[in-house]
């Protein structure tokens, strides 16, 4: 399965999601979470952060984001935490 960079219409495509997630968080500009003020890359890990640091109610109120919008970031959220390697994610992010 290919994995494609869907930020700001980036779309570059990956033969793995861990180089997928990489390249968001080090190839794009990092993003202020509109709920608690935190900086964090943008893509997945801007995604991972709303949803494990936050309420799903305080997620739809800072970004004023649909039911549909909850449910997609959140499947997202699940397909790639189901194929991803997170702690090479984390050795790549850390060098």
Same mark, same amino acid.
């Given at each position: 399965?290919?994995?494609?960079?869907g930020i700001d219409g980036c779309g570059e495509v990956f *033969? =793995?999601?861990?180089?997928?997630?990489v390249h968001q968080a080090t190839e794009h500009d990092q993003?202020?979470?509109?709920?608690?003020? @935190?900086?964090?890359?943008?893509? $997945?890990?801007?995604?991972?952060? &709303?949803? @494990?640091?936050?309420? !799903? &109610?305080?997620?739809?109120? *800072? $970004?004023?984001?649909?039911? *549909?919008?909850?449910?997609? !970031?959140?499947?997202?959220?699940?397909?790639? #935490? =189901?194929? &991803? =390697?997170? #702690?090479?994610?984390? @050795?790549?992010? =850390? !060098?």
């Open positions: 399965m290919a994995w494609e960079c *033969a =793995d999601v861990e180089s997928a997630v993003c202020e979470c509109k709920v608690c003020g @935190t900086v964090v890359p943008d893509g $997945y890990l801007a995604i991972r952060h &709303a949803f @494990t640091e936050h309420s !799903r &109610a305080e997620f739809v109120r *800072a $970004y004023g984001a649909s039911s *549909a919008e909850v449910r997609e !970031r959140e499947e997202l959220l699940s397909a790639i #935490e =189901d194929a &991803a =390697d997170t #702690e090479a994610i984390a @050795t790549e992010l =850390d !060098r």
